[in-house]
């Protein structure tokens, strides 16, 4: 076991690396947009575990968080290696690290497309709630003096489940559609190069398939954007699945359509957050659409029993494969 000294040496080493002012090359942006959009589904992913331990003061804190590092992403792609440094560096100290910033950012995320009749998400937030998000955050870590007297983390949760149900499902909905640009780093690397040249809506379908875990996150993405309505618009879900197919192959298909199926399960079992679980469910329905009619029954209980042992994010590991219809 390493001493009092050298424990302190090391915390000291991890304070003092430099921040980056700097530009990035291309790899790098895009390594680092599906960073942020891995971490915000990693954040998602505590939310449910605090929930299920009855900690919804500390699960709203990490939502907001959650949402400001999908605001994370867009922003990289507004920079360019060849900007010059001044840029760069006010990028750095007004933007990626700017809380208000990114909360206003993602409170405004498919306000131009919706405004040309493509709506793209489900949930969205006021500007007044944007403004609140700030406040919320730091009260459901921290004690502080509101109106007068003290507030504890445990104060501030009374009544806090219809909140989180709410902002949850916004945060939720959005890395499910930004997945089909940062399922990896390569994925990220692959939209940003290609930001700037799209003319329609629709650019960047279909996309290139380099691996399952890219295909579970396209999956996810046409089934968030499917299950807007409701019934879902299971004619144009399961185009996209076709084109998914040929693309990625039968095989890694079926496997991809299992493990999102199971994924879609788990969260449409999750009690405390009604909302999620009730757009889960249309998304597992969407899933459902593309299995052969006679296989449905026993396809949906498999993935119902195997739920349990899912990860709470769109990297579940295959469990049998689900055919196509």
Known sequence: MASQIER????AALAN???????LA???????????????????????????GARPARSLSLTVLALEELAKPPMLFGVDPSDEAKRWAKFWKEKFSRHSLKQKAIGKYGDFLSSIGHEIYGFRLSAPTVAALEALKQWGFYVDCIEGAFQSPEDFAANLSEIVDLLFAVAEERPDRFGQFHASPEQSSWAYERRLKATRIGEFWPPPIR???????????VASQYSLSNPPNYAAFTDACEQLSANAGAAMFDRALS???????????????????ARALLMMKLCL???????????????????????PNNRAAPDGAARRR
């Open 8 to 11: 302190e040496q090391l915390i």
């Open 26 to 52: 291309q790899a790098e942006i895009g390594r680092g947009a599906h960073l942020c959009w891995s971490n915000a589904i990693s954040l998602l992913a505590d939310v449910r575990l605090l929930l299920s």
């Open 211 to 221: 691996s399952e875990i890219e295909l579970r996150a396209y999956l996810l993405s």
């Open 289 to 311: 659409i593309v299995v052969p009619e006679a296989e449905r029954s026993v396809t949906i209980q498999r993935w119902k029993e195997s739920s349990a042992d899912v990860p």
């Open 17 to 23: 690396r430099s921040i980056c002012r700097q530009p």
């Open 259 to 277: 493990a999102i199926g199971r994924v879609c399960s788990r969260r449409a079992q999750f009690a405390a957050l009604p909302t999620a679980a």
